[in-house]
C-alpha cells in the first residue's frame, strides 16, 4: 500500500510543512519505502519530482522539503510497491494531458485483477494504478467534452470509482489544476486551516509550524491524506465511499454511497 | 531563443558535467534566463525538473548539476522567451505518452505564424514549441503505427521537420526514451565521447572533467547541443536541413536536404 497527500489552497501555498510529515514515512516513520513523487500546479503548469528511492533519505525530497514551491493544487505519493516493479515508470503520481489541461492522479490501493479496455492512454509502467487513470481518461474522453460542468464530470468520475472500489481499495487523488477529486474506499482525511491560524505539530518528526506567521486573513488551505500528519490538530475522516471534490480549499461538491 | 542540450549514451551516465556548463548561460554568460528544464530517461519512465526562475541562479538547477542522475537518453532546455509568456506552462521540454512510451520534445527556435490542426494532443501553454510538438505527435498517431521500425518513423519526422524548417527556425530535439532525432535548422553540434577518454573544459564556466575517471572502456557517450559546451574538444558541426537519428551514443540514421 501507499500513502497519500494533497492540497487545494486559495491562494499559492507552499506544502514543506506537509511533504515533511509525509516523507518520514518513506523508510523512517512508514515501510513506503518504494519511491515518492509531487507535482505541484502553477497556472496550467506542473512541475513534478520523481524518485524510486526511499523519500526519508532522498536528496531531491529533501529540496521539497526545504524550497518553498507555492501552488493551489499539489499531489503527492510514497509508495510501498504492491503491483509493478520498483521503478520510476511506476512511481506516482502520474500524468497525462486532456482537453489542453494536466490531468494529475496518485492512487492508494490494489486492483490486482483490474484489466483495462484499450484505449488511447496507455500506461508506460506496469502498476494497476496506472492502468486505472488511463481507463479513467479514456472514458471522460469518450464519454464527457470539454468545458462540461463540474457536475457532470464529478458523476462519471464517482460512477467510475464506486465500479472500482467493488474489485478492491481505490483511495485517489485526482486533479486537472483546477479542481481536486478526493474518493475514499478505506482510509482518507483531511483538515482545512484557516483564520484564526495557530500552530500544528507533526506527528512523524519533531517539526512545528505557526501557520499564524506564513499566512494571511483571507487564506483557506485544505490538506487531504490517507493517515493525519499532525498530532494537535482535529481531521476531518472520510467514510467508506465518501468523495469531496475541492476548489481553492474548500469543499464544493461530495457524496457518498 | 533557446539553447538545447541531449545525451545518447550506451550506459547509464549522469549529466553533471554539460549540465553545469549549459545552466550558466541562463542568466550568467547567456541571455537565456526564462526558465530551463531536463528530462532523464530511467528506463520506460522519466523524471523531470521545470523552472520558470533563471537556471544559472536555480537551488533545483544547483541539485541537478550536483547530483547524478544516470540516464541513456536525456534532453535539456533553457529559454529566452520569444512566443509565450515566462511560466511554467511555457517551460520546455514538453512531454506526451504515445505507444504506451513517453516522448520527451525541446526547440530552439521560432515558427511565430505556426497554426496546429485540431488533433487528440493539445498544447497546455502558449508556446509554437508545444504546437508543434503536438502537431507531430498528431500526425505520427494518424499515419504510424506502434512498433513500426525507426526507418519509418523516421522518414515521417523528416517531411514534418522539413516542412517546420520552411517556416521559421526549428532546431529539434525529440525521443522516445530508445532513440533520439535531432534535427538542425541554424545550429545544432555534437560529440561524441568514447576510450581513450580525456579530460575536458567547459567554455561557460571554470570546471574541467577528466572523462577517464569516470568511465569504463566500452562507454560512448554523445552530448548534442546548439552551441559547443568545451574548448578543448572537436565538435561535429550538423549542416542546415541535417537530421541525425541516435541511439545508445551512436548516430544510427542520418540525412540532409
Known amino acids: ?19 515533511t510529515g509525509l516523507t518520514r514515512r518513506g523508510g523512517e516513520t512508514g515501510p513506503h519505502k518504494d519511491g515518492w513523487g509531487v507535482t505541484f500546479y ?34 503527492c505519493h510514497i509508495r510501498q510497491a504492491n503491483v509493478g516493479d ?3 515508470a511506476n512511481t506516482h503520481p502520474f500524468i497525462r494531458e486532456l482537453w489542453g489541461q494536466y490531468w494529475v492522479f496518485a492512487h492508494n490501493g490494489q486492483l490486482s485483477d483490474f484489466q483495462a479496455e484499450p484505449g488511447f492512454y496507455e500506461p508506460v509502467g506496469t502498476t494497476d494504478s496506472e ?17 462540461d460542468p463540474a457536475e457532470t464530470l464529478v458523476e462519471h468520475l464517482v460512477e467510475l470509482a464506486n465500479n472500482y472500489a467493488r ?37 512523524d518528526t519533531d517539526v512545528t ?12 488551505v485544505s490538506v487531504i491524506v490517507t493517515e493525519p500528519l499532525t498530532t494537535d490538530e482535529k481531521w476531518d475522516i472520510y467514510q467508506p465511499g465518501e468523495w469531496r471534490l475541492w476548489r481553492k480549499g474548500e ?3 461530495s457524496g457518498g454511497r
Open 251 to 253: 469543499v464544493v461538491l
Open 167 to 203: 474489485q478492491g481499495v481505490f483511495n485517489l487523488l485526482l486533479s486537472n489544476g483546477e479542481r481536486l477529486f478526493t474518493y475514499c474506499t478505506t482510509k482518507m482525511a483531511s483538515i482545512t486551516r484557516r483564520a484564526p491560524f495557530g500552530p500544528a505539530r507533526l506527528k
Open 86 to 88: 520498483i521503478c520510476l
Open 209 to 220: 509550524v505557526d501557520f499564524e506567521s506564513e499566512t494571511t486573513p483571507d487564506d483557506i
Open 131 to 147: 492502468a486505472l487513470f488511463c481507463d479513467m481518461l479514456n472514458h471522460l474522453r469518450q464519454h464527457c467534452h470539454r468545458g
Open 1 to 19: 500500500m501507499c500513502e497519500l497527500l494533497a492540497m487545494s489552497a486559495n491562494t499559492p501555498t507552499d506544502l514543506c510543512f506537509s511533504f
Open 42 to 75: 502553477e497556472g496550467k503548469g506542473v512541475r513534478s519530482f520523481h524518485d524510486p528511492d526511499p523519500s526519508a533519505s532522498s536528496r531531491i525530497a529533501e529540496v521539497v522539503q526545504t524550497h518553498p514551491i507555492k501552488s493551489e493544487v499539489a499531489i
